[in-house]
């Protein structure tokens, strides 16, 4: 029974039409068999027709009366009124379009940012119990920003901790990949054996490393990643036991991991054994799992507990640092937080306004409508059923936008994806899809905006009885004024709030630009490379001066040198220098910050000039006496008062020695870390004495520096076939990479801006333009009573700029209000910059002014004999 | 004048009784609406007659309530037309509608002819 009435209901719902053609059928079969019936009686057919049809009664009346028996549940009376509602936006195609357009833009750009929010913040990281998953840095005495690890720290760590229920310690480095087309190099990690365990990933084929292996490098063997699997052995399911050579040496495949596993912030291809090789060096990365019921809180009070034993342990190496622990979550996506709330804060404020606006526009429809109303409230409907017939209006069009949307949002999230830099460093931005989650939130706003445009205009209709309505049919009416003035303010000061914050943006970027790094980046091409690992320290140094007299003989080099790390990539920070005439400074108060490893050349090929003393040349190499370049800030640091040149220092470098060097000249500062980050002390030591396993080849050109690639290429597999190279890259495009982020943030929020202030500006210009179409009688007995038409146009203006310079006000109080969250976007600019909150109040102002004008132009043009006689 | 005069003799059903003669006509198999009608004129004696305007929402009533199913067919002379039958909850209902008629019919000779 209960399926017979359910498709039953179904048919009623989906069927009327057909439902209505089989009653007519039932009826006239009715007739058909009674008209058989009197023929066989002996009438003739025409008579008999007739009779039968006199017999029936009134068709149209039975039929009537038998569809009333259908009823009408509650769905079909919400099925009524969506029909009904149908047909009114089909009648007002420009007014339903602008609305569902307003909608979509403001659910699509809330469900794209919804959806990155979704991946990157809140969803878990795709690692079993992926919350136990924490980093460890240790903490240096004086800048106490985080810092990578000592093995031996991360030895004693792992044995004392009570925390963690495994540890393990990672180098991420370019791994050398020796193949049929000569040398290549990928990212890889050297891990120690409890890595994969303390992640708790079971390889796709194979095995991985076992907990308590490796203490020594061998035996050499090497896990896979998924694509490495693909690209180097087409997926070939019998690769466990194959061999490939990695950095020179032959390492054993032993198992490769399922697509998709990668250490975020860290991918890569390779994944080798690391030994704990025990020396004074921090260079690794500690990831650890918290054992089931400890707090992170708990864990981070541990660490520093630990560091404080080896910090009175190990006093020359270990004195005032301490150790944190820090959720891998958070530790990988902190960075993005603050500008991802930003971005939700900023489409939830634009969706905001669509419904504002939309809900403006609802209302004027709505007061269009009165008369409408008001015959249908006469007619008996009932005050609830107009309501809801408002309401479910409004769930039509934010469902119609909402889908909108969905496809806006889509499209967006696939624009993001496939179209950001690399460099930006978002992490997780391949886990961002439109799934469940966002689909429900889409819904959610949808129906929520819907709930909020829909309201007002709903509890507006209820105020009015039905004679007011009749009675004022063709006058209007001028409840709700209020309501729509709000509105609009609203929609003004949110305006302000995004413009003003767009307008900071831009004028960070460009300081950001303009920002004097130091070094001439145009016209240079860099080449990184991990070097191949040689018998003798010294073959390495070899090996690079080899490349670059190669490359200083090309046509089109200008200079050539290297450096360990290039600006924009990163530091070696944290290495203690001190001065050696005066007694060693205690452990944890010795003088530091970078240590950059050259050969000559370098600072020409970067237009760096010297200040003073003398660049390195080819004479400082193994055997001569140890020299050093430093940097002003280091200069001013070391030797305040004095000429470094000549002078004598300590410098905390290498596998535990602390060799002494001479100061050999001064060079100007450089932003290094970055275009943001002001110039650190520097200290340079020749590339030949203190050789580096990492280079970077800068090379300044004459012409493009991109045409120059194929040959640099060349040049370093003719010295040695089997080296490969990283990456080669301008170096302006990494300068201008490094500032992707601030540039992306710019323009998303610049774009924002521009919508807000249009959202402002037709939400200002709708309800001007309406009040004028609703006073316009009023202006009319104005101007019969001799008022001027600058007065009138004073007015109207005046009416509009008011609620421009309330909004403002309100705009600004937010503004005001939200002043340190702006400070950590920004780049030297006052969140409170006068002249750009200024500017930005100018634009609103003229936008304002313009949106009133053409309503305030009507109204003087408004010819009072012809409105009064219309009423 | 005679048309009249055979509306006059005619007994005017209320509701619920039609839902029960309907449903006791579609006991004895399907039927269509303009069979029914004739059933209940015939075994009434031609004293009751069912307006069309009372027997076709009464058919749509007990349809939605699912004591009726119905099915296109052909008639006896090759009609096509709707045919009503009970469903299983229809049957039931039958049942209690006759009981109830049963006591009601007592109930009401009972004050009408006390013994």
């Known amino acids: 029974m209960a399926r017979n009435s359910l498709r039953l209901l179904l048919r009623r719902f989906f069927q009327r039409r057909e439902l209505e053609r089989e009653l007519n059928d039932e009826l006239a079969s009715h007739i058909a068999i009674e008209t058989a019936r009197h023929i066989q009686d002996g009438e003739s057919p025409e008579a008999a027709r007739q009779i039968a049809l006199r017999e029936f009664g009134n068709v149209g009346l039975v039929a009537e009366v038998t569809r009333d028996q259908w009823g009408l549940g509650w769905l079909e009376q919400a099925f009524a009124d969506l029909r009904y509602s149908v047909r009114s936006f089909l009648r007002a195609p420009l007014f339903s379009a602008i609305v569902v357009i307003t909608l979509g833009l403001g659910i699509g750009s809330s469900t794209t940012i919804f959806s990155l929010l979704d991946g990157i913040l809140l969803r878990a990281l795709p690692f079993s119990n992926s919350n136990q998953l924490t980093v460890l840095w240790e903490l240096p005495p004086q800048t106490r920003k985080p810092n990578v690890v000592n093995l031996s720290n991360f030895v004693a760590w792992r044995e004392r901790n009570h925390s963690f229920q495994s540890m393990a310690a990672f180098l991420a480095s370019p791994m050398n990949l020796l193949g049929d087309r000569g040398g290549e190099q990928v990212p890889g990690l050297s891990v120690t054996a409890d890595f994969f365990e303390t992640l708790g990933t079971q390889p796709l084929l194979g095995r991985t490393f076992r907990p308590g292996e490796y203490w020594t490098s061998e035996p050499r063997e090497v896990v896979l990643s998924y694509g490495a699997w693909q690209r180097l052995f087409g997926g070939r399911p019998d690769v466990v036991g194959k061999k490939i050579s990695i950095d020179a040496s032959h390492h054993e495949v032993i198992g490769v991991m399922p697509s998709g596993f990668s250490l975020p912030n860290h991918k890569a291809e390779l994944y080798v054994p690391q030994a704990i090789e025990i020396n004074e060096g921090r260079n690794y990365t500690v990831i650890a799992r918290l054992r089931p019921g400890v707090s992170p809180d708990a864990a981070n009070a541990e660490m520093a507990a630990l560091a404080a034993q080896t910090a009175r342990e190990k006093v020359h190496m270990d004195a005032g640092w301490s150790a944190i622990a820090v959720p891998l979550l958070e530790q990988t996506v902190g960075s993005v937080r603050p500008i991802l709330l930003l971005l939700f804060a900023a489409v939830g404020l634009m969706l905001l306004l669509a419904c504002a606006n939309v809900a403006n526009l609802l209302m004027m429809r709505a007061s269009g409508r009165v008369r409408e109303f008001s015959v249908r409230l006469a007619l008996g409907a009932s005050r609830h059923r107009i309501v809801r017939q408002l309401l479910i209006e409004s769930l039509l069009l934010a469902m119609c936008g909402g889908l909108l949307g969905v496809i806006v949002g889509g499209i967006a999230i696939q624009f993001l994806k496939t179209s950001l830099p690399e460099s930006l460093h978002i992490p997780r931005l391949n886990e961002v899809t439109l799934n469940w989650a966002v689909l429900l939130y889409s819904t959610g706003t949808s129906i929520l905006s819907a709930l909020i445009f829909g309201l007002a205009p709903a509890l507006q209709s209820l105020k009015r009885n039905v004679s007011q309505g009749l009675h004022e049919a063709t006058r209007s009416v001028t409840s709700g004024r209020k309501v729509r003035r709000v509105l609009v303010i609203a929609e003004i000061a949110f305006a302000l709030v995004l413009v003003s914050t767009a307008g900071l943006m831009v004028r960070s970027f460009i300081r950001l630009t303009s920002v004097d790094t130091g070094f001439h980046a145009e016209n240079v091409l860099t080449a990184r490379m991990l070097l191949l690992p040689v018998q003798k320290e010294e073959y390495r140094a070899e090996t690079v001066r080899q490349m670059l007299d190669r490359i200083r003989a090309l046509p089109g080099v200008v200079r050539a040198g290297s450096i360990g790390i290039l600006p924009m990539e990163g530091t070696n920070s944290g290495t203690a220098y001190y001065r050696a005439d005066r007694p060693d400074p205690a452990p944890n108060a010795r003088p530091g910050g970078d240590v950059s490893i050259i050969t000559p050349g370098y600072f020409e090929a970067m237009r760096i000039p010297m200040i003073h003393g003398r660049a390195f040349d080819v004479e400082d190499r193994v055997g001569s006496p140890p020299v050093a370049i430093l940097n002003q800030s280091a200069a001013q640091m070391l030797f305040p008062d004095e000429d470094a040149v000549g002078k004598r220092l300590r410098v905390q470098w290498g596998g535990g020695g602390t060799p002494l060097v001479e100061v050999v000249g001064v060079a100007a500062d450089i932003r290094h870390d970055g275009v943001s980050t002001p110039p650190d002390p520097c200290l340079f030591m020749p590339n030949d004495q203190q050789p580096f396993p990492f280079t970077s080849l800068v090379v300044r050109t004459t012409g493009n520096p991109a045409n120059l690639e194929n040959e640099l290429r060349e040049q370093i597999r003719a010295v040695d076939s089997d080296q490969g190279i990283a990456t080669m890259e301008p170096l302006q495009q990494m300068v201008s990479d490094s500032i992707a982020r601030p540039r992306l943030e710019t323009v998303v929020l610049a774009a924002f801006g521009v919508i807000a202030l249009g959202l402002a500006c037709i939400g200002l210009y709708g309800l001007i333009a309406f009040s004028v179409a609703q006073r316009i009688r009023e202006i009319g007995i104005r101007v019969a009573l001799g008022a001027s038409k600058a007065g009138i146009f004073r007015m109207i203006l005046g009416d509009g700029l008011r609620l421009t310079v309330v909004g403002v006000l309100l705009g600004l109080a937010g503004v005001v209000s939200s002043t340190r969250f702006l400070r950590s976007l920004l780049y030297e600019v006052n969140p409170l910059d006068p002249a750009t909150l200024v500017s930005v109040i100018c634009i609103l102002l003229v936008v304002s002014a313009a949106a009133c004008y053409i309503p305030a132009l009507r109204a003087t043009n408004a010819d009072p004999a012809s409105i009064l006689r219309e009423e | ?115």
């Not at chain 2, 209320?14 to 399907?30: C, F, H, S």
């Not at chain 2, 009608?37 to 009464?58: D, N």
């Not at chain 2, 067919?73 to 009981?99: F, I």
């Open chain 2, 1 to 115: 004048m005679a048309e009249s005069q055979r509306y006059q003799n005619r007994i005017e059903i209320r509701q619920g009784t039609l839902d029960l003669l309907i449903l006791q006509t579609l006991a004895r198999g399907q039927q269509h609406g303009h069979g029914i009608s004739q059933v209940i004129r015939a075994r009434s004696g031609e004293l009751l007659s069912v307006e069309t305007g009372s027997l076709y929402p009464a058919l749509h009533r007990l349809e939605k309530k699912g004591w009726l199913d119905s099915e296109w067919k052909a008639s006896e002379n090759n009609q096509r037309a709707k045919y009503y039958s009970l469903t299983k909850a229809g049957r039931k209902q039958l049942v209690a509608e006759h009981d109830k008629w049963r006591q009601l019919v007592q109930a009401v000779s009972g004050v009408l002819d006390p013994a």
